[in-house]
């Protein structure tokens, strides 16, 4: 999967978390990007069987999905968390880099940073 699915899966997961029902222009405002630019995505993400939307309707996650939504949300946090607590970088720095990272990092690292981190609590 492509870096802006994953952002894409993991918008629709933080948003169904705040309570709210997804819609396009929440994706959109979310990631700062253009609402043709999520219906396009959202049919491509649809047909791979990550989502399901109703014409103009609301977008939810399926199972599959989901569990691709929350590994990549995991790994954001964790990054996000490591950035700004460990190393003490600003949090709106931490949040951005995080972004940057977590679509790259591999499997291995992100294991043993997970570790890290889990032993820190």
């Not at 600003?90 to 997970?114: F, G, N, V, Y």
């Amino acid at each position: 999967m492509q870096k802006s699915g994953e952002d894409y899966l993991e918008a629709v997961l933080a948003i169904e978390e705040q309570g709210a029902k997804v819609r396009i222009t929440d994706v959109a405002n979310r990631l700062g990007v253009t609402k043709p630019s999520v219906s396009r995505a959202m049919k491509v993400l649809q047909a791979d069987g990550y989502v399901h939307q109703e014409t103009y309707g609301d977008i939810s996650l399926t199972e599959k999905g989901r569990v691709k939504a929350s590994q990549v949300y995991t790994r954001h946090k964790t990054l996000t968390t490591f950035l700004a607590d460990v190393l003490g970088v600003e949090p709106h720095i931490a949040e951005r880099d995080a972004c940057l990272i977590e679509h790259d990092i591999s499997a291995e690292t992100m294991e043993k940073l997970s570790a890290f981190m889990s032993g820190r609590e």
